[in-house]
């Protein structure tokens, strides 16, 4: 039986209910109010008392209306149909309200019903089968879409039928299980998911072994992500953090992008939904929107359906990972779903931690990125979900909790420098501080020089290091000036200018800039590696600067070039000139 209750206090979408039953953390309930219900989440249960946030406005709510609860948590649809979708945190479909916001109380189902879809079956009759174990396939773009046995399944079961090839809808038996008692069940194209709990049914999430290239020499080279790993991207506002972001989720190499927009300002979300479906594929051609979820909050909407977009995000793409598919996940930004936290737990009185935010705020930012990963799937197959989120601290200030948080939980830091975006040296990824430990794994480090050469990992500590050195001599040449140091400071720290200029920096509007494939990036640290290594003995500071300005202006025409294009071998041969 379902517990009731009614309630006792409102402060703004918290409410406190009073409850005849047993109540679970986290579990759904609807909040009758006139003609309709509101949906919330128990956030806090003590006693028979027990703290709900609604979803939705709670205006004119009033104490003793009455409250049902659901026995669910908060659950994603999922099914086919979910790629090309804008959602917002509840998996409304923002596509179909044009604007208009729903009317409280409504909800709009995520998937079309009537769509049908070409189905391929790829279990049999007498087969064994367990959770997440593949049914049958249906082709979603060019996508395969495995049809599942729904995550909620425990224990093994036998296949009864299997539908033929054919054409059906999401709502069609698929085929019919058998459960260990013998009774039969029946499998549809869609199932539901609790969004707060991760989805196993994998046999290993082994460490990463891979990167994920993504076309930004400063993440594959300097900084590799790895397929499956997680990254932040802290930086103030206006360092590049939607940039960075958006041109990873144009190039990263995956074949699934979720795009969770938190709470940014509304224009910006105004900016995804007209500048995203005209973005074109690099790799396939085709439009970047047909292997894309959105989920987007929009600014009406309370903290709480704020909070739950991240999760909704991750939950689909844990879904695409069990069909064997590299999904990446992009937060952008992790902050305001922070922030939603902490409104929500100022309003239920807790005890603060760090700056107002939830005591617990580390470990919730730690187990939501450790929901990343790589994974080995039952039949030995492999799929992943790669998170990027961004951070934007108040102020710049890398101290704060949300930064500290994440710093602990992802293994990539990509810190944005409001001094080096000033300086308009885009992506303004700080090199000195930035990192990915990554780099230190042995099977990442293997790949690496399997993909690039071998000798490359020690070929970019040795450029990392040259920028730091360089960045020293910057110092002292600006305490002591021009004159009071040796020449071999100036040299290095134009070193240094050249590896920054011609190698970190990458235009993100320019069309051959924008992408730079490995091949391409090993070419261009190879030539600057090679100019650094030379010792050039100039006469006087000026000379040196100008030598080397002549330089940086060569290799960058280069960048902007297509590769190995006649202009291109043209400043290679300008450049060996200004070498001899
Ligand atoms: P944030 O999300 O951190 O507030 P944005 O990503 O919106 O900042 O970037 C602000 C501006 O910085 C952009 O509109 C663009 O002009 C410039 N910018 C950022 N990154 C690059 C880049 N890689 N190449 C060229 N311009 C960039
Ligand atoms: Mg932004």
Redesign the pocket.
Known sequence: MKSTGKVIGIVSNLVTVETTGPVAENELCHIRLGGTDLLAEVIKVTGNRASVQVFESTRGLRNGDSVEFLGKMLEATLGPGLLESSYDGLQNDLTTMEGVFLKRGEYTDPLDHKKIWDFTPLAKPGDTVCAADWLGSVKEGWLDHKIMVPFSFKGTYTVKEVAPAGQYNIDHVIAVLKDEEGADVNVTMVQKWPVKVAIKGYKEKPRPQKIMETGVRVIDSFNPIAEGGTGFIP??????????QH?IAKQGECDIVVMAACGERANEVVEIFTEYPELIDPHTGRKLIERTVIICNTSNMPVAAREASVYTAMTICEYYRAMGHRCLLLA?STSRWAQALREMSNRMEELPGADAFPVDLSAIISNFYARAGMVVLNNGQTGSVTFIG?V?PAGGNLKEPVTEGTKKAARCFYA?EQNR?DQKR???VNPIDSYSKYLEYPEIQAFLEQKFERGWVEKVLKAKNLVRRGKEMADQINILGDDGVPMSYHETFWKSELIDFAFLQ????DAIDAVCPLERQKFMLNLILGICDRSFEFEDYEKCREYFKKVINCLRQMNYSEWQSESFNSYREQLNQLLS
């Open positions: 930086g103030p506002f206006g360092c590049g953090k939607t940039v960075l041109a952008d961004t934007s944005l975006a885009y992506p303004a990458q235009d993100a509007f």
